[in-house]
């Protein structure tokens, strides 16, 4: 079956749900897509191959691009999870407005750079989410969040390196950073089913406040918890993957809303200055999300109603290895830059009709 024709039925399938249910389904799915690719905008210097790509933060200036870049690119399967493990290269790449590299640093200090945030000081925080079985013996890398000034410099360390835990000064194969405009840092801990589930809060000194959560379904539970976001009213948005929703709370840990459903499996979350959210959703297939597709979903940030998705094009609901945009961001100027690890690309959009 033609791609537009099954995805035609599962619109009307999902107008029959919707209209039984309520809105979000249906608004999910049955968006147009305003936005165009911008073919090979990233552009790597002296002929590296894009390795895969994890996330991505847009700097305090608005305009330059901050990526996770995993290292060099590695075309065996199996080595996805690892990809810096044996490399010098450096992983977390500044771009320009035109696509080209500004900077670029952290060589050797990662297995699997995976989280990134960009401060209101322009400091760059990495998180380093290798998983304990994919370290090797007595290695001093993984299971760290690491604050860099922009030039490159480590200012602070969270985390113990290469000993994962569950304790204040500890975590097991973290996702994700956020940090608030008042310095608080927030930590999504735990990228696997079986890790940590948890968001850890610290001060902006590094001091640990609290913790909240852990593996599960309830609200407040979380698997596979993969990113963490906060928007201008100061809550914290919670991509838990592994159930299917956003959750949100406020700096204190407490749930704010019923559990976000309509943006898919979310694996990125990030916010744009019209207060408007764009979630990527990089897993929905047959067998994780039925009936979903991959993209980039955007709706307004108060409400959680969506208006627009950006449909990943070459996805096919059959594939189970998850593709496309894993994370996103979103420039002064509206452009949206996605993520994509397995594809390796750090795709660049730009819209076209209002």
Known sequence: MRRSSRLAIVVVALAIVASQHGRSTLSAQAHQNPYRIVDGWAQLPGGRAMGAVGKVAIDRDGRHVWAIVRCDRLEDPARFGDECRDSKTDPIVEFGPDGKVVKSFGGGMFIWPHGLDVDRDGNVWVTDAVAENRTPKGDKRGQIVVKFSPEGKVLMTLGTPGQPGSGPDHFTSPSDVAVAPGGEIFVADGHNENGNNRVVKFSKDGAFVKAWGKSGWAPGEFHAIHAIAIDARGRVFVGDRGNNRIQIFDQDGKSLATPWTQFGKPSGIAFDSKDQIYVADSESDDVQNPGWEEGIRIGDA?????????????????????????????????????????????????????
């Open 302 to 354: 108060k409400s959680g109603w969506m208006h627009a998705f950006i449909m990943y094009p070459w996805g096919d609901p059959r594939d189970t290895a998850g593709n496309g945009a894993e994370f996103v961001a979103i420039d002064r100027d509206g452009n949206v830059y996605g993520g994509e690890p397995r594809p390796k690309r750090l795709q660049k959009y730009v819209r076209v009709r209002p």
